[in-house]
């Protein structure tokens, strides 16, 4: 496959655009203007116009000539550049209001403050179109011009200017002459000879591409801080990258159009050569690449690497030689259009027509549609397509693309065929043609005249939908002379096969090129004069309906009162409706950002909401479509103070109370103060009470000093020159509660009182008597409360009662009494205690009972043991004033172990205790003589540790020897501590040691008896 341009590949028609022109939106503003655009779904245009013709001067100032194409900002002014013409022959910067005033805004070539800070060359011949931020700045670039001189001619090798909102030109930054950090931390060239739109992002940083300069000569990507900090994100070269797969391919170079945004900070843009396929050109056949916002670099797809899918199915060649901006839809799809490729060779067959392309988000690679055969014109017949689409491509709501051809169409231009054409591509494949350039055309005057020819650089949608761009020549018609300071220049240009050729003379240059960083570049010349004009602008503007009229009802609301707006339209919307854009000048008055008038209605009412303002507002709102607006103005008031409260209105002198003041409506900005003043000094507001943000109300505290006799004062609020008034009347403090804590307390506990007043007491304080109705409560004859305090407090003091006594507790002041109830209780047994709790039968222990409270006059307490072994007195007394009272307890011996529960009971509340006895244990056994003689006898004794119960103790004995004999066992006699009992013993041959044990209830003793010879 050959291309139709080989040497130099990126020309398209080097007979008329001898250097790469812009083609691209390039900013993020712009497009979130067309998806606003589309909201209504809207694509239906009216009669193509001719807007304006270039290279006709106006007064004494050169217009431009050789545009490259439109930018379009929100409020639907065009701006955009020309390559040649101005004064200096170099370019001018353009606006064309919405209003239709067309005039140049900077004439390229003159000297400048560069970005250096010193002064030099400006730059001049741009190769790109016009970026519009949010606030209305401009930005572009310049191919050649500069600070640095390129290293042939003293040009310059190009610089990035802007425009600010208020008509300043700037020098950013010059190419050329500095070695900058790359994004992969090395060091290279800077660029050479910027092309495209650029891309300015939120934060005001600025995207592009330069065409040569770099590491190897073949353009960078690159990005300017709004710091001024200048990096290059990637040098473009024939070294391998890394695609979307992950495999290494070959690099893209030569960069010829802008670069494109997307919401998430992903920067978009192609390569008109290199790539995968070097069978295309000596060069590749270009690529599609991104930069993520961290610098990472990813080849996306390299055109012409063989057959791929077209939309309908069918396999296809690829196309080459993308010269387009990337258009990103919301879903992350990729469009754009090659330049060259496809299956539709020219007539001379050489290299396709071009085509539209589509990635989608998932990676999926598609035509969409190849241009160079046969198609549906805008008048319905049938004729030849478009070919070579050299500008971007724009896509509205319903998935519907739209651009142009440089050349084709039915008008013949030369031997490639037309003029050019502009064709809308659906999101479901119906192509069709919207206007053959090359023809004759209406004016935007009115007039009659030759049509632009070959579309180019830039398309765009103002904010009505309308498409708007420009034509590389054509429109005015010239028969010779001079325009944009080209006086004298020629220019002629051949094409014959695979080769080309171009001359130029005058002042734009010298033939065959110059070099930027030994790379060949075309000279940038103005175009032929003579039969051909130098391009103008062109519109085919939308059907859409125009805003005619806002009325508003009421036009005079009270802050936080809602108003409406009826808005008229010109004609009734179309099918999808009409968006309309809705603005307030001040957020007092809110309105929503769009409403769509319905289909086939001519008007829409919107409702506007207020919130509260604290000085009067007026605020215009304002509805337009594209350049069409309306305006109404809404005064929005501030509330009006309507009432002051308090509650409540009549208290004790020293006491506080609560005061409020209310508005006819929801308080501004910050809350609304209200002023405040006192007529009496017995009672004290605060100067201003604050009703917050959005309330109606406000609240303060009202404090006031203690009197003695009935006062009145007034409280006065003022917001501007409204006042309204409430009375207080401050009563001199009353007796209000008496109260006693705790409430029931045993007798001889201490309660205590509190007597309150319904505010402070005055200067001499307030005397309040106290009684009791019961001895057993006794108060004070009275309480005084302080001067200045609203409460006092008082001992109740008791005494011991045998039963539960209520007392009354009277507090009287001024005939007032109020009363509290003081109960009485007697003592309640806690506790018996038995000391010790382990006594052998026969001995005694000591109980021990105590009660809560100190005991009165005669209270007993019953006792009882539920066994004989232990016996207790019936009752046991507790002294008058003492809390416990002992008591005897006696046991009786017992033969084995026993528990005893011992039980005192006293106005219905019972306590217990347990007491074990224990029986007698055995002591001891004794041998006395501890020694003697064979034959002879002696005495041993048996001891327990108390005495024996009634029936006696039987204690078992037993001797280790035979010789030594005694009986079984001995019985200590009831109430007895001892037995004795006989051992005899046998001659012995030698003396031998016996033990003598004895045994009582599991227990054991011994002794030892020694029997000699």
């Given at each position: 496959?050959?291309?139709?341009?080989?040497?130099?590949?990126?020309?398209?028609?080097?007979?008329?655009?001898?250097?790469?022109?812009?083609?691209?939106?390039?900013?993020?503003?712009?497009?979130?203007?067309?998806?606003v655009?589309?909201?209504?779904?809207?694509?239906?245009?009216?009669?193509?116009?001719?807007?304006?013709?270039?290279?006709?001067?106006?007064?004494?100032?050169?217009?431009?000539?050789?545009?490259?194409?439109?930018?379009?900002?929100?409020?639907?002014?065009?701006?955009?550049?020309?390559?040649?013409?101005?004064?200096?022959?170099?370019?001018?910067?353009?606006?064309?209001?919405?209003?239709?005033?067309?005039?140049?805004?900077?004439?390229?070539?003159?000297?400048?403050?560069?970005?250096?800070?010193?002064?030099g060359?400006?730059?001049?011949?741009?190769?790109?179109?016009?970026?519009?931020?949010?606030?209305?700045?401009?930005f572009?670039?310049?191919?050649?011009?500069?600070?640095?001189?390129?290293?042939?001619?003293?040009?310059?090798?190009?610089?990035?200017?802007?425009?600010?909102?208020?008509?300043?030109?700037?020098?950013?930054?010059?190419?050329?002459?500095?070695?900058?950090?790359?994004?992969?931390?090395?060091?290279?060239?800077?660029?050479?000879?910027?092309?495209?739109?650029?891309?300015?992002?939120?934060?005001?940083?600025?995207?592009?591409?330069?065409?040569?300069?770099?590491?190897?000569?073949?353009g960078?990507?690159?990005?300017?801080?709004?710091?001024?900090?200048?990096?290059?994100?990637?040098g473009?070269?024939?070294?391998?990258?890394?695609?979307?797969?992950?495999?290494?391919?070959?690099?893209?170079?030569n960069?010829?159009?802008?670069?494109?945004?997307?919401?998430?900070?992903?920067?978009?843009?192609?390569?008109?050569?290199?790539?995968?396929?070097?069978?295309?050109?000596?060069?590749?056949?270009?690529?599609?690449?991104?930069?993520?916002?961290?610098?990472?670099?990813?080849?996306?797809?390299?055109?012409?690497?063989?057959?791929?899918?077209?939309?309908?199915?069918?396999?296809?060649?690829?196309?080459?030689?993308?010269?387009?901006?990337?258009?990103?839809?919301?879903?992350?799809?990729?469009?754009?259009?090659?330049?060259?490729?496809?299956?539709?060779?020219?007539?001379?067959?050489?290299?396709?027509?071009?085509?539209?392309?589509?990635?989608?988000?998932?990676?999926?690679?598609?035509?969409?549609?190849?241009?160079?055969g046969?198609?549906?014109?805008?008048?319905?017949?049938?004729?030849?397509?478009?070919?070579?689409?050299?500008?971007?491509?724009?896509?509205?709501?319903?998935?519907?693309?739209?651009?142009v051809?440089?050349?084709?169409?039915?008008?013949?231009?030369?031997?490639?065929?037309?003029?050019?054409?502009?064709?809308?591509?659906?999101?479901?494949?119906?192509?069709?043609?919207?206007?053959?350039?090359?023809?004759?055309?209406?004016?935007?005057?009115?007039?009659?005249?030759?049509?632009?020819?070959?579309?180019?650089?830039?398309?765009?949608?103002?904010?009505?939908?309308?498409?708007?761009?420009?034509?590389?020549?054509?429109?005015?018609?010239?028969?010779?002379?001079?325009?944009?300071?080209?006086?004298?220049?020629?220019?002629?240009?051949?094409?014959?096969?695979?080769?080309?050729?171009?001359?130029?003379?005058?002042?734009?240059?010298?033939?065959?090129?110059?070099?930027?960083?030994?790379?060949?570049?075309?000279?940038?010349?103005?175009?032929?004069?003579?039969?051909?004009?130098?391009?103008?602008?062109?519109?085919?503007?939308?059907?859409?309906?125009?805003?005619?009229?806002?009325?508003?009802?009421?036009?005079?609301?009270?802050?936080?009162?809602?108003?409406?707006?009826?808005?008229?339209?010109?004609?009734?919307?179309?099918?999808?409706?009409?968006?309309?854009?809705?603005?307030?000048?001040?957020?007092?008055?809110?309105?929503?950002?769009?409403?769509?008038?319905p289909?086939?209605?001519?008007?829409?009412?919107?409702?506007?909401?207020?919130?509260?303002?604290?000085?009067?507002?007026?605020?215009?709102?304002?509805?337009?479509?594209?350049?069409?607006?309306?305006?109404?103005a809404?005064?929005?008031?501030?509330?009006?103070?309507?009432?002051?409260?308090?509650?409540?209105?009549?208290?004790?002198?020293?006491?506080?109370?609560?005061?409020?003041?209310?508005?006819?409506?929801?308080?501004?900005?910050g809350?609304?103060?209200?002023?405040?003043?006192?007529?009496?000094?017995?009672?004290?507001?605060?100067?201003?009470?604050?009703?917050?943000?959005?309330?109606?109300?406000?609240?303060?505290?009202?404090?006031?000093s203690?009197?003695?006799?009935?006062?009145?004062?007034?409280?006065?609020?003022?917001?501007?020159?409204?006042t309204?008034?409430?009375?207080?009347?401050?009563?001199?403090?009353?007796?209000?509660?008496?109260?006693?804590?705790?409430?029931?307390?045993?007798?001889?506990?201490?309660?205590?009182?509190?007597?309150?007043?319904?505010?402070?007491?005055?200067?001499?304080?307030?005397?309040?008597?106290?009684?009791?109705?019961?001895?057993?409560?006794?108060?004070?004859?009275?309480?005084?409360?302080?001067?200045?305090?609203?409460?006092a407090?008082?001992?109740?003091?008791?005494?011991?009662?045998?039963?539960?006594?209520?007392?009354?507790?009277?507090?009287?002041?001024d005939?007032?009494?109020?009363?509290?109830?003081?109960?009485?209780?007697?003592?309640?047994?806690?506790?018996?205690a038995?000391?010790?709790s382990?006594?052998?039968?026969g001995?005694?222990?000591?109980?021990?009972?105590?009660?809560?409270?100190?005991?009165?006059?005669?209270f007993?307490?019953?006792?009882?043991?539920?066994?004989k072994?232990?016996?207790?007195?019936?009752?046991?007394?507790?002294?008058?004033?003492?809390?416990?009272?002992?008591?005897?307890?006696?046991?009786?011996?017992?033969?084995?172990?026993?528990?005893?529960?011992?039980?005192?009971?006293?106005?219905?509340?019972?306590?217990?205790?347990?007491?074990?006895?224990?029986?007698?244990?055995?002591?001891?056994?004794?041998?006395?003589?501890?020694?003697?003689?064979?034959?002879?006898?002696?005495?041993?004794?048996?001891?327990?540790?108390?005495?024996?119960?009634?029936?006696?103790?039987?204690?078992?004995?037993?001797?280790?020897?035979?010789?030594?004999?005694?009986?079984?066992?001995?019985?200590?006699?009831?109430?007895?501590?001892?037995?004795?009992?006989?051992?005899?013993?046998?001659?012995?041959?030698?003396?031998?040691?016996?033990?003598?044990?004895?045994?009582?209830?599991?227990?054991?003793?011994?002794?030892?008896?020694?029997?000699?010879?």
């Amino acid at each position: 496959m050959k291309l139709r341009h080989p040497s130099p590949p990126r020309h398209i028609r080097v007979d008329r655009n001898s250097s790469l022109s812009a083609r691209s939106i390039g900013t993020l503003t712009v497009f979130a203007l067309l998806l606003v655009i589309f909201l209504s779904g809207s694509s239906l245009f009216g009669g193509y116009v001719d807007v304006h013709d270039f290279g006709v001067s106006s007064g004494s100032e050169p217009d431009g000539t050789t545009p490259n194409g439109v930018t379009i900002d929100r409020h639907g002014n065009q701006f955009g550049t020309t390559q040649h013409g101005g004064t200096n022959n170099l370019g001018i910067v353009w606006e064309l209001t919405a209003a239709g005033v067309y005039k140049v805004l900077h004439d390229f070539g003159g000297t400048v403050t560069t970005s250096l800070g010193t002064s030099g060359p400006d730059g001049g011949f741009p190769q790109g179109g016009v970026t519009v931020d949010a606030n209305g700045n401009l930005f572009g670039a310049t191919f050649w011009g500069g600070y640095y001189s390129s290293q042939s001619g003293g040009k310059g090798d190009g610089m990035v200017w802007e425009i600010t909102a208020a008509g300043k030109y700037l020098d950013l930054y010059d190419f050329g002459g500095t070695t900058v950090t790359y994004a992969d931390g090395t060091t290279g060239h800077d660029g050479i000879g910027p092309v495209g739109t650029i891309a300015v992002d939120a934060s005001g940083n600025l995207f592009g591409v330069t065409d040569a300069g770099g590491k190897k000569s073949s353009g960078v990507a690159w990005e300017l801080a709004s710091s001024g900090s200048y990096r290059v994100l990637h040098g473009f070269s024939s070294d391998s990258v890394t695609d979307s797969h992950g495999n290494s391919v070959p690099d893209g170079i030569n960069p010829s159009a802008g670069v494109t945004l997307d919401s998430h900070g992903y920067l978009y843009g192609t390569c008109s050569l290199g790539g995968g396929d070097i069978d295309v050109t000596p060069y590749g056949g270009g690529t599609l690449w991104r930069i993520s916002p961290s610098g990472s670099f990813v080849e996306l797809h390299s055109f012409g690497s063989g057959s791929i899918a077209n939309s309908d199915g069918s396999i296809g060649p690829d196309g080459v030689m993308p010269g387009s901006d990337v258009t990103v839809d919301a879903a992350g799809n990729l469009y754009g259009t090659t330049e060259q490729g496809g299956p539709y060779n020219t007539p001379d067959s050489i290299g396709g027509m071009g085509m539209v392309w589509e990635l989608s988000s998932t990676g999926a690679y598609r035509d969409l549609h190849d241009f160079g055969g046969s198609a549906t014109n805008a008048n319905g017949t049938t004729g030849p397509d478009g070919s070579f689409p050299a500008s971007n491509v724009l896509i509205d709501s319903t998935g519907t693309l739209y651009g142009v051809t440089n050349s084709g169409g039915p008008f013949y231009e030369d031997q490639f065929g037309g003029a050019g054409i502009s064709w809308k591509l659906t999101a479901s494949g119906v192509y069709s043609d919207l206007h053959d350039f090359g023809g004759s055309v209406t004016s935007a005057s009115g007039a009659e005249g030759s049509d632009g020819m070959e579309p180019v650089g830039t398309i765009a949608f103002d904010p009505s939908g309308g498409l708007h761009g420009a034509t590389l020549i054509g429109g005015y018609s010239f028969s010779g002379g001079s325009t944009g300071g080209s006086t004298g220049s020629t220019s002629t240009a051949s094409s014959t096969g695979s080769t080309s050729t171009a001359s130029s003379t005058g002042s734009s240059g010298g033939s065959g090129g110059f070099v930027f960083g030994g790379a060949q570049h075309p000279v940038p010349r103005p175009m032929e004069q003579g039969s051909y004009g130098e391009g103008m602008l062109w519109s085919l503007p939308s059907n859409a309906p125009t805003i005619s009229g806002l009325s508003l009802t009421p036009q005079n609301v009270l802050g936080g009162s809602p108003s409406s707006a009826v808005i008229s339209l010109s004609k009734v919307a179309p099918s999808g409706g009409a968006t309309v854009l809705l603005t307030s000048s001040n957020s007092a008055a809110q309105v929503p950002n769009s409403i769509t008038v319905p289909a086939g209605s001519d008007s829409a009412t919107i409702q506007i909401t207020t919130t509260g303002v604290n000085i009067q507002v007026s605020s215009t709102i304002t509805a337009s479509i594209g350049a069409s607006s309306a305006t109404g103005a809404l005064t929005v008031e501030p509330a009006a103070l309507t009432a002051v409260a308090l509650d409540p209105d009549s208290f004790a002198g020293g006491a506080s109370a609560t005061g409020s003041v209310t508005l006819s409506g929801p308080a501004g900005q910050g809350g609304t103060s209200v002023s405040l003043i006192s007529s009496s000094s017995l009672v004290s507001v605060p100067s201003s009470v604050i009703v917050p943000q959005g309330q109606h109300t406000g609240s303060f505290t009202v404090s006031s000093s203690p009197v003695s006799s009935t006062r009145k004062a007034t409280i006065t609020a003022s917001l501007g020159s409204q006042t309204h008034s409430a009375a207080v009347t401050l009563n001199p403090a009353k007796l209000v509660s008496l109260v006693l804590s705790p409430t029931a307390v045993s007798g001889g506990s201490p309660s205590s009182g509190t007597v309150t007043l319904s505010g402070e007491a005055g200067a001499s304080g307030m005397k309040v008597s106290l009684n009791s109705s019961s001895a057993s409560a006794k108060v004070s004859a009275s309480v005084t409360i302080a001067a200045g305090k609203s409460s006092a407090t008082f001992t109740v003091s008791t005494s011991a009662v045998p039963s539960q006594v209520v007392a009354q507790i009277k507090a009287t002041s001024d005939s007032t009494v109020q009363a509290a109830s003081l109960t009485i209780t007697p003592p309640i047994l806690l506790s018996l205690a038995v000391s010790p709790s382990t006594v052998g039968g026969g001995g005694s222990g000591q109980g021990t009972l105590t009660i809560s409270s100190p005991a009165g006059s005669g209270f007993f307490v019953k006792l009882s043991s539920n066994l004989k072994s232990a016996s207790v007195p019936s009752s046991v007394a507790i002294a008058s004033g003492k809390t416990t009272a002992t008591f005897t307890i006696k046991t009786q011996p017992v033969a084995s172990r026993s528990e005893a529960t011992l039980t005192g009971t006293s106005n219905g509340a019972s306590v217990t205790a347990k007491l074990t006895i224990s029986p007698p244990e055995l002591k001891a056994v004794t041998v006395k003589p501890a020694s003697v003689k064979g034959g002879k006898t002696s005495t041993g004794t048996v001891s327990i540790t108390s005495v024996a119960p009634s029936s006696g103790l039987v204690v078992a004995l037993s001797s280790s020897l035979a010789s030594v004999t005694l009986p079984g066992s001995v019985k200590i006699p009831s109430g007895k501590t001892s037995a004795t009992f006989t051992i005899h013993t046998s001659a012995v041959q030698a003396a031998t040691t016996t033990t003598i044990g004895a045994s009582l209830l599991g227990q054991t003793q011994t002794a030892t008896l020694t029997v000699t010879k």
